[in-house]
Structure formats: C-alpha cells, structure tokens
C-alpha cells in the first residue's frame, strides 16, 4: 500500500510538470556508491551472558542503474528516479569468550529498488538538486545465516534524502550526490529473537553518469 502511494505521488509529480508545459526528458543512468558509516560493534546477548560480537569490517562499493525522468520550467527542475541499486558489506564475528581467536568475516548482499524524487535548479550545465529517496527492498543474501540465532528482518519501505550537484554535457548528466537515511545502519540483524542495530544511520555518497534522450 505504502509502495503504490509512493509511485502514485511520483506520477502525479510528473502529470503537473507535464500540464504545465515544462520541457520533458527520459533517460537512462547508472553509477557506483559507497557507505559512509564509522565502524561499530554489537554485542550479542542471550541469557545474560555475551554470545558473539558482530562489527562492522568494511562497506564495499555499491552500483544503481535505472530510469530517469525529468521535468524543467524555466531554471526549475522536477527530477523522479527509478533506480536498482545492489550493495555489500563485510561484518567480522568473533567470539568474546576467546578473545584470542581471530574474527570471522561474513558477508551480506542486500537489493533494493531506490525511488528519488528531486527538485532542484539548473543555472546553464549546472543542476543543483534534493529531496525524499525511498527505499523498497527486493533481497538480500547473508552468510550471517549459518550462524545460531540469526535471523534477518528486513522493512519493506524505509526513507532517506539526497542532495548534490550535476552537470550537464550535451545529452550526458554527471551527478554527485549525498545521501542520508532515516534509519539506523543494521536495523535489520535479529538474534535469539532481539532486534540489533548500529548506532549511526547509513550514508552513502553517489557518483553516475547518465544519458537523456530528446531535445
């Protein structure tokens, strides 16, 4: 419900820069990212006694690709996505009762389907542009799940912003964007039946080169 609320909004967006008589463009983008979040550990529990650690070893580079739609009256710009974006990361579990061993790395891959809707200004090749980015989950793969307890409980449709810069060459856009999200970084680690997170909200910095068709 949440979702088809989401793409309606996204439609009637565009509907009104349409009926406005605003210059219309479609495209195509795609582009890598990385996550930005300092490391942090947490602390496994079960029966009041420390079980495991599980921090975070390294957020490696993500990519996204997908569907742009832009709308433009005068310096003005309306700017809706659809984008799939596909990430990793590295977490190191070791065992706080033998300190001395060493860690053990795990790594999860999560899909999502990333819905940015942007508003910004366009002074000549220079865009600068921000607004809501939400987030529908598609998958993950996790190699947390050989561990004992672990379950995974992703939410459906999570929130965030971005903000940045672009540049337009000919029918090419070059875009840097940061982005912030509104919930914390891990949400989604469940043991024993508990729910853990990291203390901080994921980050992501975004780079892509996109092609627009159309005057």
């Known amino acids: 419900m949440l979702t088809r609320t ?3 909004t996204i439609f009637f967006a565009i509907c009104c820069v349409t009926t406005a008589e605003a210059q219309f463009k479609i495209g195509l983008r795609v582009g890598a990212s990385t996550t930005d979040i300092d490391p942090s550990n947490l ?21 996204h690709g997908g569907l742009v739609l832009q709308g433009k009256i005068g310096k003005f710009l309306i700017q809706p996505e659809i ?12 065992d706080p009762q033998n300190p001395d061993l060493p860690g053990e790395i795990k790594e999860e891959k999560y899909q999502y389907l990333d819905i940015p809707l942007l ?35 992703f939410d459906e449709f999570t929130f965030g912003w971005q903000g940045g810069l672009g540049l337009d060459l ?7 964007r940061y982005e912030g999200n509104f919930t914390k970084f891990g949400d989604h680690i ?17 780079f892509s080169v996109g092609f627009m068709f159309g005057n």
């Open 190 to 206: 469940t043991f024993f039946g508990d729910e853990y997170k990291f203390d901080q909200s994921a980050a992501r910095f975004l």
């Open 6 to 8: 989401i793409i309606s």
């Open 83 to 94: 984008l799939f974006n596909s990430n990793k990361v590295d977490y190191e579990v070791t």
């Open 170 to 176: 000919w029918k090419l856009m070059i875009d840097l």
């Open 119 to 153: 508003f910004g200004v366009k002074f000549g090749p220079v865009r600068l542009h921000a607004g809501p980015v939400g987030h529908l989950y598609i998958n993950s793969v996790s190699e947390l799940t050989d561990i004992e307890g672990y379950e995974q409980k």
């Open 43 to 63: 602390n496994i529990i079960q029966n009041g006694t420390s079980q495991l650690s599980v921090a975070l070893k390294e957020a490696r580079y993500g990519i």
